[in-house]
């Protein structure tokens, strides 16, 4: 069947939810699009070529042309809850792999860069420090 038509993709609400303990996110989730043309027409309508969905998301779209049932998953934050459970007042306190001094991942290097039509997108721009 054809995917939706963009004015019925838009009206879509997603299937998302929560865990939520004395005020604190525990963790989350959705259902997630399970067909290729409507994943694909999704990342048309957020302004997506199809050379940039590809780059970006080749491994989806391809897993997608296989078929895939609908599903969802959730992950709960471990160390939110060891947190909560430990009493302690701030993540950092627990997290097993704290960002450095200068906000980087020292395992995955991140945060990367972005392309200049993300920050456009967004009305960022990046300005050089002051010597």
Do not use: T
Not at 38 to 54: C, M, N, P, T, Y
Not at 78 to 85: E, G, P, S, T, Y
Not at 92 to 118: M, T, Y
Request: one cysteine or more; aromatic letters at 6%.
């Amino acid at each position: 069947s054809e995917p939706p038509a963009a004015e019925d993709l838009l009206k879509m609400r997603a299937k998302a939810y929560d865990v939520v303990l004395n005020g604190i996110e525990l963790g989350g989730g959705s259902i997630r699009i399970h067909r290729g043309d409507v994943q694909r027409k999704i990342f048309q309508l957020l302004g997506l070529s199809d050379e940039e969905a590809r780059e970006k998301f080749d491994f989806l779209l391809e897993a997608l042309k296989f078929g895939a049932p609908p599903h969802g998953g959730i992950a709960l934050g471990l160390d939110r809850i060891v947190m909560l459970f430990g009493k302690f007042d701030s993540i950092r306190d627990v997290i097993a792999f704290p960002k450095n001094a200068r906000a980087v991942c020292p395992l995955s290097l991140a945060p990367g860069g972005v392309a200049d039509s993300q920050l456009e997108e967004l009305g960022l721009r990046i300005a050089k420090a002051k010597a």
